[in-house]
């Protein structure tokens, strides 16, 4: 029954953690989500099992936020192919991808599972050297050495989890995003230690004070921070889409002809920034006139193309338009980030 519970715990704090993440994004829960894997860390005989308490929580946190991978089977790309090639390609894309997700799963499990050891075999030192410990060794192995063996890709930071709250997202200042997810460790950690404490003679005052202290000067820094704004910018977020198109629902330069229209409706509601989705245009933007080497040639136009057409939209605003573009350069194709 107790390997039965400590599974179920350590699989809780998975599920707690990458629901703390896109789509579901309920990131209050990053700061309770590792609570339930030290709890049954504490619990356990052996660093051994301790490894792989982890390592199905980390697995399970890995399959829930690495997700999107494997929604890229959708992407069709230029080819010119009959329909059972397209089919063919899906199918070995799908398998691909899918590959990647559970591939990527598995080995950033690996980390979770040696922080997990790490933290058993330190069961015995002093509350404030854990709670130095935990979230020191949490940087290294789950988030800094995880992303150095798997090509540099951050997703899932759990410093990521803090980042609309203002006054503590301005502790990436001086520590980027490792400082944030270390803070996060710390007041999982600080509540487990209470819990320990509960039961031996480590004081839990000290716990607490460590913990309401880094967090006290994680808020007051972020408050010293905040600037003074004298005025404000009216940002219009802009997003239209329909089931199925045709050719004709484009205008000359590729994009989605629905935009024009809401452009206006939102400079006529005062908007000075406005920020359209990626990959609303069919086609790329030339920005030096050479060619696209996977585009067909009837479907790359000119910047001057488009400078054109954004100045007749915007006339004399003074307002801002950002959006993503596949773009031509040097005949190389690039994904960029386009703003006018």
Same mark, same amino acid.
């Given at each position: 029954m107790r390997l039965v519970s400590d599974t179920l715990l350590a699989l809780? $704090?998975?599920?707690?953690? /990458?629901?703390a993440f896109p789509p579901v994004d309920w990131k209050w829960l990053a700061w309770v989500g590792l609570f339930p894997l030290l709890v049954v860390i504490d619990r356990c005989q052996r660093p051994r099992q301790a490894f792989l308490l982890g390592y199905l929580a980390g697995f399970l946190f890995f399959l829930i936020t690495l997700h !999107?991978?494997?929604s890229a089977h959708a992407w069709t790309g230029w080819a010119v192919e $009959? =329909?059972? =090639?397209?089919?063919a390609r899906l199918g070995r894309q799908w398998w691909f991808l899918h590959g990647v997700w559970v591939s990527f799963a598995l080995w950033g499990a690996v980390f979770w599972g040696t922080w997990a050891m790490v933290v058993r075999a330190r069961a015995e030192d002093p509350s404030w050297r854990r709670l130095c410990l935990l979230p020191s060794v949490w940087i290294v192995l789950?988030? #800094?050495l995880r992303a150095k063996t798997t090509f540099g890709f951050t997703w899932a930071f759990l410093g990521y989890a803090t980042t609309d709250v203002f006054v503590l997202r301005q502790l990436a200042a001086l520590g980027g995003v490792w400082g944030l997810s270390a803070l996060v460790v710390l +007041?999982?950690? /600080?509540?487990?230690e209470l819990m320990r404490a509960g039961r031996t003679t480590v004081s839990g005052w000290r716990v607490i004070a460590v913990v309401v202290g880094c967090v006290g000067l994680a808020v007051g820094y972020g408050i010293m921070r905040r600037p003074v704004v004298d005025s $404000? +910018? !009216?940002v219009a977020v802009l997003q239209y889409a329909k089931t199925t198109y045709a050719l004709g629902d484009f205008l000359p330069i590729g994009l989605d002809q629905t935009y024009p229209r809401m452009i206006q409706q939102s400079l006529g509601r005062k908007a000075r920034l406005l920020v359209l989705p990626e990959s609303i245009a069919l086609g790329a933007m030339s920005l030096d006139g050479s060619v696209s080497p996977t585009k067909p040639k009837d479907r790359v136009t000119t910047r001057a193309q488009w400078d054109g057409a954004f100045r007749g939209w915007l006339k004399e605003s003074d307002a801002v338009v950002v959006l993503g573009l596949d773009t031509v350069e040097a005949s190389r194709?690039?994904?960029?980030? +386009?703003? #006018?």
């Open positions: 809780l $704090s998975g599920v707690l953690l /990458g629901l !999107p991978l494997a $009959s =329909q059972a =090639q397209f089919a789950c988030e #800094w +007041v999982n950690a /600080g509540a487990a $404000s +910018v !009216p194709d690039y994904n960029t980030l +386009v703003a #006018w």
